[in-house]
């Protein structure tokens, strides 16, 4: 039997109870190919299945000692990391990955000019090494 409590009324307060997921963390360091740090480079989150208002999730910019860090983010679906090179935005190389579990990704990202290797441990699901804009058929 419905109640009052089961009813949404405009102008009056309603209490919601919802479970949040436990979210996952991915710190990590920007080197070059002699392992000197990379530092003022744009790294990002984004993701195809993100709602269009939040396409990028996240961004920030490595600090002096080439560090980034991302947190609270969903696990259950997949993200692209992306990292800024001289070229468009939206060719900037990206990877595509699923975190599928709450735990902290420690990163190693190693620029070759416009190309980037990515390392993580644990080892995170890397489904597929594109551009920020490209997407899979």
Not at 77 to 88: A, D, P, R, S
Not at 120 to 125: K, N
Request: glycine share 6%; proline share 7%.
């Amino acid at each position: 039997k419905q109640t009052t409590e089961d009813v949404s009324l405009l102008g009056k307060p309603k209490t919601l109870k919802f479970i949040l997921k436990p979210a996952a963390t991915i710190s990590g360091t920007l080197s070059d190919v002699d392992a000197k740090p990379v530092s003022g480079i744009r790294v990002g989150i984004t993701g195809d299945q993100l709602r269009p208002s939040t396409s990028v999730f996240a961004e920030v910019k490595t600090n002096e000692n080439g560090e980034f860090k991302f947190t609270d983010l969903p696990t259950t679906f997949q993200l692209k990391i992306y990292f800024e090179t001289k070229k468009n935005w939206r060719d900037w190389p990206s990877y595509t990955v699923l975190l599928g579990e709450p735990i902290h990704f420690q990163v190693t990202a190693i620029r070759n000019s416009d190309n980037f290797e990515l390392k993580s441990e644990p080892p995170m699901e890397i489904l597929d090494k594109t551009t920020r804009e490209e997407q899979k058929e």
